[in-house]
């Protein structure tokens, strides 16, 4: 497994882009509307900041909602999402997805509990 990326919600995705473009020279790698949020990917080295932006109600909403902008979650590539899940199982992590699901880019993926990952929101992507 590998750092992929850190999912940032924000009220407005094109202009935190546009900061950290001009901050950091992060460039665009992708963009999209996924699961009711704009969805922009920076890339940053070996990772991406992933910024979400909700347009719908839905959990990116909620968090803004109670948490104003920041970083929802972090998340770790892997090879093999499936043994990914038992492992986390094995080890009596809760899981919030048991079994792995459509994920922005057309990533297969699956979240954590943070109540077992030291209060870190972690979601497993599988490319």
Not at 38 to 55: A, K, N, Q, S
Not at 108 to 113: E, P, R, T
Request: proline letters at 3%.
């Amino acid at each position: 497994m590998h750092f992929e990326h850190a999912g940032i919600a924000t009220e407005d995705a094109q202009e935190l882009a546009e900061l950290y473009s001009d901050l950091f020279g992060l460039e665009i790698a992708h963009e999209e509307e996924f699961d009711g949020m704009r969805v922009v990917f920076l890339e940053c080295g070996e990772g991406y900041f992933e910024l979400l932006e909700p347009f719908e109600d839905g959990t990116i909403a909620q968090y803004l909602e109670a948490n104003g902008s920041g970083i929802h979650h972090l998340a770790l590539a892997t090879e093999d999402i499936e043994a990914a899940l038992e492992t986390a199982r094995e080890h009596d992590v809760s899981l919030i997805d048991e079994e792995p699901r459509p994920g922005a880019w057309g990533h297969s993926v699956a979240f954590l509990h943070p109540k077992d990952t030291g209060g870190i929101l972690l979601e497993l992507v599988e490319h």
